[in-house]
Structures are given as structure tokens and as C-alpha cells.
């Protein structure tokens, strides 16, 4: 596609159950970024994939939270066992290469979590 | 570690006004320095970058930032505001060592007929 793809645009969950977010990075680019914003926050870096390179997790929050990247395509962020304080705008962004500076963000999943 | 700090949350302007959105950061590196612009269900564009070339730097659609290393500074300006540019505006910090971008809370511009 034109852009950065990311579904569902909204999520409204319960507290403890599970939830998925897909994101559709620009064709041929290697590098792909989750972040996470919560109300009135900065983004929080989550997780970074580059190539086949092992991903960088340092920026997730705990062990309920999971991404998976298949190659260079689709990459899934999954949170178990969902708390209120996981509510946020969750934003992926994808870069064509080693160079991290132009990021090309999706519009994010709102995510909320009752 | 760095941060970015963006001292207004909201800025009010009237339509061909000049703009500032000012932006002070914090690193023990030399940092790479971003301005993003977010519109309203869309997604987050880069306006502008500073990677220790010239300290002023021109971005897209009038926006220009002048890195000020003894300020430590880099803030956001355009002559003269249009209705399109209301939206929100990140200041961005980064360094190589880390690479990861480290976002600040954002200011809402408001543009006024």
C-alpha cells in the first residue's frame, strides 16, 4: 500500500482479556517501530525490528506484552491479560532501511481497555 | 539518557501571524533533533531533522528550527500561520547510540481566522 497500515483504528476490550494489533509496514521497507502514546504523553518506544536482526525489546513494559514480525512484512504487537493503564494510542512506524530518522508512522490503534 | 521538553501545550495564533513552538532538549551525545506534525486522524510527517549540519533548518510547508547548542534549544517557526498547519507538534531527541527517538508531550496549535 501508499502508507504505514494499522488495524483495528479502535479497540475497546475488557480488562484480562487478550488483544492483537496488525501492522502493514511500506513495502520493501526493513525497519519497523512500535510506540506507544498515552493521553497527553510522548510516545514510548516499544519494540524495534530491523531486517532479520534479532528485535530490540528493551522499550516493552512487561511480559504481557509480545511482537512478532514475519521477514520483512506484517508485524503483530499482542498484550495479554490487558490492564486499564495499557490504554493508549499505539503507533508503528517503518523506515526503508539502517537510517531511522525518516519514519513513516500508520494513524495507530486506540486502544482501551475497561 | 535524553529527553525533550516542550514548554507550551497549547499555542494560539490568528491566521498570518508568526508562529513559535519551543522546544528545549537534553543529551549527553550529540543528538539528532526532529520536529513531527500530527493532523487529526492522520498520521504522524516529519516537518524537519537537524543532524549537525547547518543550524538552521528549513522543512516542509514554511516551518524552519534553529539549533542553539548553548540553549539547548530547538524551537519551531514559520513566519506566517495558515489555517492547515492546526495540529499537533512533537519535539523529537535522539542519538546514534541509542536509536531510538525520544518524543515530547506534544503542543496543539491553534490557528484563528
Known amino acids: 500500500g501508499a502508507g504505514v497500515s494499522q488495524s483495528p483504528s479502535n479497540k475497546v476490550t475488557e480488562k484480562g482479556k487478550d488483544v492483537e494489533l496488525r501492522c502493514d509496514p511500506i513495502?520493501?521497507?526493513?525497519?519497523l517501530y512500535w510506540y506507544r502514546q498515552r493521553l497527553g504523553q510522548g510516545l514510548e518506544f516499544l519494540i524495534y525490528?530491523?531486517?532479520?536482526?534479532?528485535?530490540?525489546k528493551s522499550g516493552l513494559p512487561s511480559d504481557r506484552f509480545s511482537a512478532e514480525r514475519t521477514g520483512e512484512s506484517v508485524s503483530t504487537l499482542t498484550i495479554q491479560r490487558t490492564q486499564q493503564e495499557d490504554s493508549a494510542v499505539y503507533l508503528c512506524?517503518?523506515?526503508?532501511?539502517?537510517?531511522?530518522?525518516?519514519?513513516?508512522f500508520g494513524s495507530g490503534t486506540q486502544l482501551s481497555v475497561l | 539518557a535524553q529527553s525533550v521538553t516542550q514548554l507550551d501545550s497549547h499555542v494560539s495564533v490568528s491566521e498570518g501571524t508568526p508562529v513559535l513552538l519551543r522546544c528545549n532538549y537534553s543529551?549527553?551525545?550529540?543528538?539528532?533533533l526532529f520536529w513531527y506534525v500530527q493532523h487529526p486522524n492522520k498520521g504522524l510527517q516529519l516537518l524537519l531533522k537537524?543532524?549537525?549540519?547547518?543550524?538552521l533548518v528549513k522543512g516542509i510547508n514554511g516551518f524552519e528550527a534553529e539549533f542553539k547548542k548553548s540553549e539547548t534549544s530547538f524551537h519551531l517557526t514559520k513566519p506566517s500561520a495558515h489555517m492547515s498547519d492546526a495540529a499537533e507538534y512533537f519535539c523529537?531527541?535522539?542519538?546514534?547510540?541509542?536509536?531510538?527517538?525520544?518524543f515530547g508531550t506534544g503542543t496543539r496549535l491553534l490557528v484563528s481566522p
Open positions: 512506524a517503518s523506515t526503508p532501511g539502517t537510517g531511522y530518522e525518516k519514519l513513516f
Open positions: 537537524y543532524t549537525s549540519a547547518a543550524t
Open positions: 513495502s520493501g521497507h526493513t525497519a
Open positions: 523529537v531527541v535522539s542519538d546514534r547510540r541509542f536509536q531510538k527517538l525520544v
Open positions: 543529551s549527553s551525545y550529540s543528538p539528532s
Open positions: 525490528f530491523q531486517g532479520n536482526s534479532a528485535p530490540d
